[in-house]
Every structure is written in structure tokens, then in C-alpha cells.
């Protein structure tokens, strides 16, 4: 380094960082020999933490604000170095910003299929893939996990590895959840939320946090996806037989605009007797709807003599009021009633003792 950019060092006396790259994490600020002159300021933006390392040892972190940097102002390096408060000499720091923005639409994926035991296609292999958000929550434990004496940390030195354990933990997840394969693209955000909450303790030992995660598709092979679309077919054309009258109609109507053409004469022929013998197949009457199934004989039972008799049918309780067994006092049960009541108070039973037959009539008078 020359004269120049030595004096330049000891006269900043400015410490700040500008980003536009949008992946850096990490960047040390660059000092001739890590000299910082007592009293300069230390500016830290919105979305950066200021980390400060003295003599190998995580000293003090800024978070956003304008500093002097005076003893007064680091209690924690006052402390390893034991200075008093008179102390005006530069100190020999490096100072590391750290951005705690959001890193977004970083790209997450399975490299190989994952195998599936699905209840309705039986073993599956699928593929997925999706983004995901990252931020630093502890700078102090990133520099220290991660970063180390890098001077310059960008997002692609870590997200092979956050990559390898999202889909370490999805494969688990996925396999373990359950969810047939054509439930999936409903529960894509579940799958998402619970992929999340499963690698967040993972991230904090590392001082990072992952607000956001997508699933964003989940796919089967060529050949499954062919079958599925094979399946879908037939479910759209419905009645096969339907389906296939359709598309002769469809032919013959196209033959008959043919102008001049025979078989379309033919066929407009043919069309117009198939439609003739359709409707009057559609006007004949149809057979006459069978009569309905007579309704169950209701039973009955009566209670006499602390005993159960029954059960009897209505005609033999007829009879049995007609001889006088059957009074409207006695007590009777069929199903459907609460309990036992009385056979007058039951407007179908109490009918037997209103018709009662007249009395029969003399006998003839003896001829003389």
C-alpha cells in the first residue's frame, strides 16, 4: 500500500456501508492496518448490525444508529483492554457489517426423487421444489458459526447448505405426513409451515431465522402424470357408449356438408332414420310402475293379570271385544307407543267398540 492510502486511512475518520448487491451478508469495513482513530463515527443503516472484533475476540455490536466512537461509548472493549476514560490513542479493531434484511426468492429443490407410499397409487417417487426467505437474527452468532475472517459473505456460500437441509427435513416430512398425492397441492402451505417450524431450532444455532418457505410444486414422473391425464380423460367423456355416439354424429355431420358427396346423402339419410326411430322410442308409453309394497301389519300386546299376552293382530283384537275379552279399559302396548294405555283412549282401537252389530233379530212366532 503507498503513502497516499496510508494517510488516506489514518484521516477517515467516517465508518460506514452501502450495499446495492442485494446478496451480500457480510462485509468488513477495509482500515490500514484495522487502525481506527478515537472518536470517528460509526454509522449504522436500517438493516445492518455493526459487529466489532478486537484482537481476535467478538468485542461489541451496534445495532442501527450514529456513533463516536470513544470509551465511553464501548464499555465491552474498555473492559479487555482495561482503558480509562482519558484514553484518546487509535485502537487496532476490525469492524464487520452485518445485513439483517430479508434474502429473498432463494431457490430450494430435490435433487432425486423422493419415495412415497401413497394409499391409492401405492409407492410413488416424487419431486419438489419451492423458495424460501433467510435473515440474520444474531449477528454475533453468525460471525461466529459462519462467517469466521471472511471478508466479504455472500448469500451463495450458504445456501447450498440451507438447500441440503430443507429437503433433508421435507424428505422426512413428506414421507411421514400421510397426504395422498392428489391432496397435495391443497396442503402445500401446511406442508410449507410445518417444513418451517422443523428447521427454525437448525437455523437459530447458526444465528439465522427463515421467515418465509414455499412449496411451491410437487410432481410425479412422466409416466404417472400420462396415466393420471389418461384417467382424467375418461372421467371427462363419462358414459363411454355416449361418448362415442357423439363423436359418430359428429363425423356424419361433417360428411353431410361435404357438397356433392354421396356418402353424405347417405349418411343424412341414415341420420335422419336414427333420429325418427330415437323419438319414437322417447314418445312410446313405458311400463306401468309397479304398485307399492303393502304397509306392515301393526301388533299388539295386552297387559292382564300382571302378565303379557300377544301379540295380536287388530282383526283378532275384533274379535276378542267383540266377545268381550277386549274392553276399553284394558291396557295395551304396540310400537311406537310411550307406554301402556288404555284401548279406548287409542282412536284406532277405540273404533272396535263403537261398531258393535245390532241385536238379532226374534224368532218367528210358531204357526197354529
Given amino acids: 500500500m503507498g503513502l497516499f492510502d496510508f494517510l488516506s486511512g489514518q484521516f477517515i475518520d467516517v465508518i460506514e456501508w452501502t450495499d446495492d448487491t442485494r446478496d451480500t451478508m457480510v462485509w468488513r469495513f477495509p482500515r490500514y492496518g484495522h487502525e481506527i482513530k478515537y472518536g470517528a463515527k460509526l ?10 472484533v478486537h484482537e481476535g475476540k467478538l468485542a461489541d455490536v451496534f445495532t442501527p444508529g450514529l456513533y463516536m466512537l470513544e470509551t465511553n461509548n464501548m464499555p465491552v472493549m474498555t473492559s479487555l483492554q482495561h ?3 482519558g484514553f484518546r490513542s487509535p485502537f487496532k479493531s476490525e469492524i464487520y457489517y452485518v445485513s439483517t434484511v430479508r434474502f429473498q426468492d432463494l431457490k430450494w429443490g430435490t435433487r432425486n426423487p423422493i419415495i412415497c407410499r401413497d394409499p391409492e397409487f401405492g409407492p410413488v417417487r416424487l419431486r419438489a421444489f419451492g ?25 451463495d456460500e ?6 441440503n437441509i430443507i429437503v433433508s427435513r421435507f424428505t422426512n416430512k413428506i414421507a411421514a405426513s400421510g397426504i395422498p398425492v392428489l391432496d397435495m397441492a391443497a396442503n402445500t402451505d401446511e406442508l410449507g ?4 417450524d422443523r428447521i427454525a431450532p437448525e437455523l437459530e444455532a447458526f ?19 400420462k396415466a393420471l391425464d389418461r384417467r382424467t380423460s375418461m372421467g371427462v367423456a363419462g358414459d363411454l357408449s355416449r361418448w362415442t355416439e357423439f363423436n359418430a354424429a359428429e363425423a356424419m355431420r361433417d360428411a353431410a356438408r361435404t357438397p356433392g358427396s354421396d356418402m353424405g346423402a347417405g349418411l343424412g339419410i341414415g341420420m335422419g332414420m336414427e333420429m325418427s326411430r ?12 309397479p304398485p307399492p309394497p303393502p304397509e306392515p301389519e301393526r301388533v299388539w300386546h295386552i297387559a292382564e293379570r300382571g302378565e303379557t299376552k300377544g301379540p295380536f293382530s287388530k282383526a283378532a283384537l275384533g274379535r276378542m271385544a267383540g266377545t268381550g275379552a277386549l274392553t276399553r279399559a284394558t291396557l295395551v302396548w304396540s310400537p311406537g307407543l310411550d307406554g301402556w294405555t288404555a284401548a279406548g283412549e287409542i282412536d284406532e282401537l277405540a273404533r272396535l267398540f263403537t261398531v258393535m252389530p245390532p241385536p238379532p233379530p226374534p224368532p218367528p212366532a210358531p204357526e197354529g
Fill in 193 to 196: 409451515r410445518l417444513l418451517r
Fill in 158 to 163: 450458504v445456501t447450498s447448505q440451507l438447500r
Fill in 83 to 85: 482503558w480509562d476514560h
Fill in 43 to 52: 454509522t449504522v443503516r436500517e438493516g445492518q448490525a455493526a459487529v466489532f
Fill in 278 to 289: 330415437r323419438m319414437a322410442a322417447a314418445t312410446a308409453p313405458g311400463p306401468a310402475a
Fill in 207 to 225: 444465528g439465522l431465522e427463515m421467515p418465509a418457505l414455499f412449496v411451491e410444486n410437487i410432481s410425479l414422473p412422466d409416466e404417472v402424470e
Fill in 131 to 155: 423458495t424460501y426467505t433467510v435473515r440474520v437474527k444474531d449477528p454475533a452468532l453468525f460471525l461466529r458459526e459462519i462467517v469466521g475472517t471472511d471478508g466479504e459473505f455472500t448469500t
